[in-house]
């Protein structure tokens, strides 16, 4: 075989690599994904603003949400592919820094004063979130 | 030819199938007949022969929408994808390495 027919080889394997990776990426970052993650994600932070037992109900929406989710993946999603070490690790990093953020805008929209201060805290990372994935998404895909 | 090198494997429309299998767990049939841009009955042959093989595993599943047909590279069909690509790269880096000398001392 000639090196230049062993160089297409490669290039094709990286294209139809990158082609598969892509799918998977546009999968993750549609509107509906990022809208159902967005929900996933305010409505268990908003609860601590819920008394007693209304916010560990909101628990309950959540898993079913998640459920859904799960559900939406298997049946339509065009690849599945499952977690890399390092993703996993950036995930539980991407975890810490959240709860880190929500405690401290939940803290600081108390001090000033906002009458639901988990609710806004949620919804400010909830929006940053979202569009900081959809630009990734755009910016991968 | 390198020992590693799989004829089998190295025909474009199978090629084509197993990289994008590569990256992934399990790929919809329909996703990969279009990534690879062609019909639902050439897909299926080379399925078909890339499984007779043992490197590939199709699975049907039911659905809300009705069937839905998936595919993954077996460990088998990985290994050899992955031994196929290093002879691949083996051989496009002959081009880049340089010529031997004439006066050099063979080894």
């Given at each position: 075989m000639h090196p230049d027919d062993a160089r297409h080889a490669l290039d094709d394997i990286r294209h139809r690599g990158d082609q598969a990776r892509a799918a998977h990426l546009r999968f993750g970052h549609s509107r509906t994904a990022l809208l159902l993650s967005a929900l996933a994600l305010f409505l268990p932070l908003a609860?601590?603003?819920?008394p007693n037992p209304w916010g560990g109900a909101m628990l309950l929406p959540v898993v079913g949400l998640l459920a859904a989710m799960l559900v939406g993946y298997l049946c339509r999603s065009p690849v599945r592919r499952s977690l890399t070490v390092r993703e996993a690790a950036l995930g539980a990093a991407a975890g810490t820094v959240l709860v880190a953020a929500f405690r401290g805008l939940a803290a600081a929209a108390r001090t000033s004063g906002v009458p639901a201060p988990h609710t806004a805290a949620a919804l400010v990372l909830c929006v940053a979130g979202v569009a900081g994935l959809a630009l990734a998404g755009r910016r991968w895909a | 030819m390198d020992a590693d090198f799989d004829e089998f494997l190295h025909v474009p429309a199978r090629l084509s199938i197993v990289a994008l299998l590569a990256p992934v767990s399990w790929a919809d049939f329909a996703f990969v007949r279009d990534a690879v841009d062609t019909s639902d009955s050439a897909l299926s042959k080379q399925l078909s022969a890339l499984a007779a093989k043992g490197y590939v595993e199709v699975r049907r599943q039911k659905s809300l929408r009705g069937q839905r047909t998936l595919a993954r590279l077996t460990a088998q069909g990985r290994e050899a994808f992955r031994r196929h690509a290093a002879s691949l790269e083996r051989i496009a880096a002959t081009a880049r390495a340089p010529e031997p000398h004439p006066a050099d001392p063979a080894t």
């Open positions: 609860s601590y603003d819920l | -």
